[in-house]
């Protein structure tokens, strides 16, 4: 069985690896998973009653906060791409590339700015000083299944209101 502190861990390790990426060659799947595994990670600290807990999932969330125009700029892309016309969208490409440039530019200053590296120093020493007794688990899967269950539910409960 997994323990809670190899979930930190691994959390700590695949932000690593998709910062890692995301510097060698931005990919907006990279960003992507980037963005979802710093969620999981701030719901994990939101469980822990403690002030530096408190403080690093305001850090986390700060940064996450930073990467929001390139990731609405990496899906606007894509979504004009697919649904305007092939001629259309390539008249208006170079002006929109343009800002997505700038918005994954600054993805990637944050990613190698001092303030990334004191939030990750300060992480790692909070995962170093935590003791696993300290530490939440992650979801196991009845859990997922579970909310996997209550969100196909909800989503079945919007479409027959609309329907009505």
């Excluded at 969330?61 to 697919?82: C, F, S, V």
């Excluded at 530490?135 to 269950?149: C, F």
Aim: hydrophobic letters at 40%; charged letters at 25%; glycine letters at 4%.
């Amino acid at each position: 069985m997994r323990s809670p502190r190899s979930a930190l861990q691994q959390l700590a390790a695949e932000i690593e690896h998709r910062r890692s990426a995301l510097l060698t060659h931005y990919r907006d799947e990279d960003l992507h998973q980037l963005r979802i595994t710093i969620r999981r990670l701030r719901g994990l600290l939101r469980q822990q009653d403690n002030p530096e807990a408190l403080q690093l999932r305001r850090d986390w969330g700060k940064l996450a906060d930073q990467t929001n125009p390139a990731r609405d700029w990496d899906t606007l892309i894509m979504y004009l791409e697919h649904n305007l016309a092939a001629e259309i969208f390539a008249q208006n490409r170079a002006a929109l590339a343009t800002r997505q440039a700038q918005a994954q530019q600054q993805v990637l200053d944050i990613l190698r700015s001092p303030r990334w590296s004191t939030i990750s120093s300060g992480w790692h020493d909070y995962l170093r000083r935590a003791g696993a007794e300290d530490e939440p688990a992650l979801p196991g899967q009845d859990h997922i299944a579970a909310t996997r269950v209550r969100a196909f539910e909800a989503g079945q409960t919007a479409v027959n209101t609309n329907q009505e």
